[in-house]
């Protein structure tokens, strides 16, 4: 069974940079057809994507974070990684990693992470 | 403002079927596949519903899916307690560079 882990400091201070890691176990990150992702739910709030990553390291992210966001892999690891600059209170959220299938018009999260909630206070 | 439009909430009854909309646009509903995510409180999204109508494996025959055009509705027949949570309608965009859009989500109370 697939499983995926969140990790990382749960709390950054405002303009640092939020750093977190997702381990997938049970898999293979270099799965073909599978791209890995990012999404977060600030509290109360609906869900958003952040951006996906494939095993070649080839990427999407959403044009609202586009500046501020890399995404990054390690196969020899088997995990990929989440990195956002510049960070504000808006960007408090529990922050989700999950398994991306992209392929044949198909496109949708089906293996998620439990979650960390990350806040960015000084 | 989310990219899909979903009511914010939806109420029934035990054993009552409700239907949750989801509407958007050419770039996204209108040209791509529609998923449905089931979020239980305190919880991980879970797939429900992908490909506008599949359910993945495990997913009890009472969720069902369809599409017209740019919206899509999620149904649940035979409505449980256990139902209530909230529920989010997720595409693909093809705008700029593309990119997931997600419905600003559903809270569904079992009265």
């Known amino acids: 069974q697939l499983q995926l882990q969140e990790s990382g400091p749960g709390l950054v201070k405002p303009s640092e940079t939020l750093s977190l890691t997702c381990s997938v176990s049970?898999?293979?990150?270099?799965?073909?057809?599978?791209?890995w992702g990012w999404i977060r739910q600030p509290p109360g709030k609906g869900l958003e994507w952040i951006g996906s990553?494939?095993?070649?390291?080839?990427?999407y992210y959403t044009p609202s974070l586009k500046s501020r966001v890399t995404i990054s892999v390690d196969t020899s690891k088997n995990q990929f990684s989440l990195k956002l600059s510049s960070v504000t209170a808006a960007d408090t959220a529990v922050y989700y990693c999950a398994r991306h299938w992209r392929y044949s018009g198909y496109d949708y999260f089906d293996y998620w992470g439990q979650g960390i909630l990350v806040t960015v206070s000084s | 403002q989310s990219v899909l439009t979903q009511p914010p909430s939806a109420s029934g009854t035990p054993g009552q079927r409700v239907t949750i909309s989801c509407s958007g646009s050419s770039s996204n509903i209108g040209s791509n596949t529609v998923n449905w995510y089931q979020q239980l409180p305190g919880t991980a999204p879970k797939l429900l519903i992908y490909n506008n109508n599949q359910r993945p494996s495990g997913v009890p025959d009472r969720f069902s899916g369809s599409k017209s055009g740019t919206s899509a509705s999620l149904a649940i027949s035979g409505l449980q307690s256990e139902d209530e949570a909230d529920y989010y309608c997720a595409a693909w965009d093809d705008s700029l560079n593309g990119s997931v859009v997600f419905g600003g989500g559903t809270k569904l109370t079992v009265l």
């Open positions: 049970g898999g293979s990150i270099s799965s073909t057809s599978y791209y």
């Open positions: 990553i494939y095993s070649s390291g080839n990427t």
